[in-house]
């Protein structure tokens, strides 16, 4: 077991919760995560998730405080936060959830909760991708799409509710129905869940392909392969989606840089520079430019961790 020395700055615990796992870090003051650990959640589990989520945080960092000398704690979910309340995470199935409250029954810190891609945000922005500006959009493509708006190195404030739910931005009236309940999201278009779903099925491949196995696909696919037209037209349109929403984004913020996390990050010889020259080329930002600054994210999925102790 590794004691932290005396003299050694204080560290903070970083608690990332997703869809399907729960990772906590031990960060350090320069962000830097000294130990880390994992737990995939299990379908069967997501049926009790309150008290999985809770037994394996209480667990985990009853074992780090006996290890470091730990000030705080920091939590990144996928949802809406209010209060150190989760009125809602779809991904989770949770509804009003008072997490930090019942954690605090047990352990003895400080608890902050805040959702995850501003957290990643935070994160890029002190020590990743986006550390060279001041203003800047961060988007996480994944399961839905995520954003924050970063100003003079600040997330913005939009006051009691989080706001930046920029893939519930509506780009199609009547459009697909997402699972916010309303119709035409940008995430039901955009997001890379929508993408991988679409290629499954050109592809008749199930669910169980992963992301990896799909841009392997991908990679070898060419102009001989029977389903390249349809492979070709189905990037053309994600592109084409994607640009739109960030057109708009653009348009509204003006940032020094554009972000861009999740799933997205491994699919960027993809889609990258097709979409930068969407966005110069189709007429689609109202202040026209040479260049786009997009950056990829680079703290992978540490970011969660990271973020959630800033």
């Not at 945080?57 to 704690?73: A, D, G, H, S």
């Not at 992963?210 to 389903?227: A, F, V, Y």
Request: net charge neutral.
């Amino acid at each position: 077991m590794k004691i932290q020395e005396s003299g050694e700055p204080n560290m903070k615990i970083g608690i990332d919760l997703g869809g399907s796992h729960i990772a906590i870090g031990v960060v350090d003051n320069r962000g830097k995560i000294l130990e880390k650990v994992e737990k995939r959640i299990t379908r069967t589990e997501k049926n009790n998730i309150k008290k999985v989520i809770e037994e394996y945080i209480i667990e985990k960092t009853t074992n780090f405080l006996e290890q470091y000398k730990i000030t705080e704690m920091g939590i990144a979910i996928p949802g809406t936060v209010r209060n150190d309340i989760v009125v809602k995470s779809v991904n989770l199935g949770l509804k009003n959830y008072e997490i930090v409250k019942n954690l605090q029954k047990t352990i003895q810190l400080p608890i902050k909760i805040r959702n995850d891609t501003k957290c990643a945000a935070l994160a890029e922005n002190t020590y990743g991708a986006l550390k060279s500006y001041d203003r800047s959009i961060f988007l996480t493509l994944g399961t839905g799409i995520g954003g924050s708006v970063i100003i003079d190195n600040e997330l913005l404030n939009t006051g009691e509710l989080p706001g930046c739910e920029f893939g519930h931005m509506v780009i199609e009236k009547n459009g697909k129905l997402c699972r916010c309940g309303k119709e035409g999201c940008w995430e039901t278009y955009a997001s890379m869940k929508a993408f991988k779903d679409q290629l499954r099925e050109i592809l008749g491949l199930d669910g169980k392909t992963s992301g990896k196995e799909l841009l392997d696909i991908l990679r070898k696919t060419d102009k001989n392969n029977q389903k390249y037209m349809q492979i070709h037209k189905l990037i053309e349109q994600y592109v084409e989606y994607l640009s739109l929403g960030i057109s708009n984004l653009v348009n509204i913020f003006e940032p020094e840089a554009i972000g861009i996390g999740g799933s997205f990050v491994f699919y960027e010889e993809i889609f990258l520079d097709k979409l930068k020259t969407k966005l110069l080329e189709d007429n689609l930002l109202f202040n026209q430019r040479k260049e786009i600054n997009i950056q990829t994210a680079i703290l992978d999925n540490d970011a969660g961790i990271i973020g959630a102790t800033l």
